[in-house]
């Protein structure tokens, strides 16, 4: 919605808002201090939750939703931080990406993960999007979702019934859906810690270079053993399906090879092969296409370089 | 409708107002407090024009629930300078006419100030990557960035003068 005159605004905003059936409704807000409370109000009829906000308010004001009540997940303990150790990483899932960005142990960690979410937006909104907002508002081109993917991220789903580890590629259905149940919300992510010898990364396709949605975006992550042969890989794909994709002959066109040229091109082909886009107005189905086997390629090849150089 | 009671701080003073959910940050901001700085362009954290600092951290006002700011610390473009000592941002950006209908302008220095805290000494393509996210339809961003380039070496020149006025001033005493 466009700018409008701010005594507009403020007629609209003091009166109750208006639902589409045309009932009017109040938006109660509240802060749960535990995962039990969060999960308990999640699942009254109404209930939006409210991590970063940079989609939800957005689409407060554009009247895309009209909830009853706004449950804002902040508060809830080990929804923010990073934590690191033998067992792997875990980041909660309304950090910051800023925050993400600024942790110096993880960006060495996870570099692909970082460059995904250091894409979104402008640094206003990393100072407030989140993981778990990425992830559950569930846009076929959210960035970080590929590099999640890639990275193997595993999700603590939280609900009234308990907790659930979900792996990040089976969370988004369809545009805009997910399969959390109701009630249910995602309180981290799980990454492994990296082996020896293994690299990430994440490459997105804009036609400028700051501020766009992605036309294609590809995460990739792979560990190479000692003579330099790729024994480990995952390849995630954005903006070329209703879905994120994790791309399973992607992965086998690296793993057994020294990630030469062959098996690159092997990698782009099955990559390629895994879209099923749409055109709009951001690329045609037969660039997205070729676009994601180029950037799976680009991606694998920073991967490999970073792999090769972490000691 | 129900409102929320709010209590918070905004440039260092503690304040309180009354808010329904749906209310923005910047709503509040402009509507409930009159502080009428911070702009209102896009509402959907594309323009950056209600750049403010929460918590020390740059956001959009327009895509923070003022009822959010509740026990939090709220930097706006009123709290930049001190009594009539303007900013040495705000006071390059007037000597390089960094701006001219000036609707951006509150939110390019909140977001510059916020860069220069950070990095004191960035380079031109950093500049420009930190300020994406604050459009500005006049000026074609090159005064800007000029601007905040030179504030920036103007602020490192004053850091290290007064650096070496210390020592100076630490071997004459001695």
Redesign the interface.
């Known amino acids: 919605m466009l700018a409008g005159k701010p005594e507009c605004i403020a007629t609209q905003y003091t009166s109750s808002n208006t639902h589409r059936e045309g009932k009017t409704l109040e938006m109660d807000y509240q802060t749960p201090t535990s995962a039990e409370d969060a999960a308990g109000l999640l699942s009254k009829d109404g209930a939006h939750v409210l991590a970063g906000g940079t989609d939800l308010l957005v689409k407060l004001r554009a009247g895309m939703v009209a909830p009853k009540l706004v449950v804002d997940l902040k508060d809830v303990p080990r929804l923010r931080g990073i934590e690191n150790d033998s067992q792997g990483w875990r980041v909660g899932a309304a950090t910051p990406c800023a925050e993400i960005g600024e942790h110096a142990a993880f960006a060495a960690a996870w570099p692909g993960v970082v460059e995904s979410l250091e894409l979104i937006g402008s640094t206003q909104i990393q100072g407030r999007a989140t993981l778990g907002g990425n992830l559950c508002n569930a846009s076929p081109a959210a960035d970080t979702v590929p590099a999640l993917i890639a990275a193997g991220a595993v999700c603590e789903v939280v609900g009234v019934k308990g907790q659930r580890e979900v792996p990040v590629e089976q969370i988004v259905t369809a545009p805009g859906q997910n399969s959390l149940a109701r009630g249910e919300f995602v309180l981290g992510f799980r990454l492994p810690n990296p082996p020896a010898r293994a690299g990430d990364a994440y490459l997105r396709f804009i036609p400028r270079t700051e501020m766009d949605i992605a036309v294609v975006g590809a995460g990739v992550a792979l560990a190479l053993d000692a003579k330099g042969v790729c024994t480990h890989a995952r390849v995630g794909l954005g903006a070329v399906a209703p879905t994120p994709l994790l791309v399973g002959d992607g992965a086998k066109a690296l793993i057994g090879t020294k990630v030469d040229g062959g098996a690159l091109k092997a990698l782009a082909a099955a990559a390629s092969a895994a879209c099923n886009p749409i055109d709009d107005k951001r690329g045609t189905v037969a660039y997205r296409i070729k676009v994601a086997g180029v950037l799976a390629r680009r991606a694998a090849g920073i991967a490999y370089e970073r792999a090769t150089s972490r000691k | 409708?129900?409102k929320?009671h709010v209590e918070t701080t905004v440039n260092g003073n503690e304040v309180e107002f009354l808010c329904?959910?749906?209310?923005?940050l910047l709503?509040v901001l402009?509507?409930e407090l009159y502080l009428t700085g911070s702009k209102?362009?896009?509402?959907?954290?594309?323009c950056?024009a209600c750049?403010v600092m929460?918590d020390g951290?740059?956001?959009?006002a327009?895509?923070?629930?003022g009822?959010?700011a509740q026990g939090r610390k709220v930097e706006t473009i009123e709290g930049m300078a001190s009594g009539d000592t303007l900013h040495p941002l705000q006071q390059t950006f007037l000597e390089h006419a960094a701006l001219q209908c000036g609707i951006c302008t509150p939110g390019i220095l909140v977001?510059a100030k916020?860069l220069l805290e950070r990095n004191a000494d960035p380079s031109e393509t950093e500049v420009r990557?930190?300020?994406?996210?604050?459009l500005c339809r006049c000026t074609g961003y090159d005064k800007i960035v000029r601007a905040v380039l030179d504030t920036a070496a103007q602020m490192r020149g004053a850091t290290s003068k007064s650096g070496k006025a210390a020592k100076k001033a630490v071997t004459e005493g001695a």
Not at chain 2, 57 to 60: A, G, K, T, Y
Not at chain 2, 62 to 65: E, H, I, R, T
């Open positions: 409708m129900t929320h329904a959910t749906e209310q923005t709503d402009r509507d209102e362009g896009c509402s959907s954290g594309d950056g750049s929460l951290r740059l956001v959009c327009c895509l923070v629930l009822v959010e977001a916020a990557f930190w300020l994406a996210g604050n």
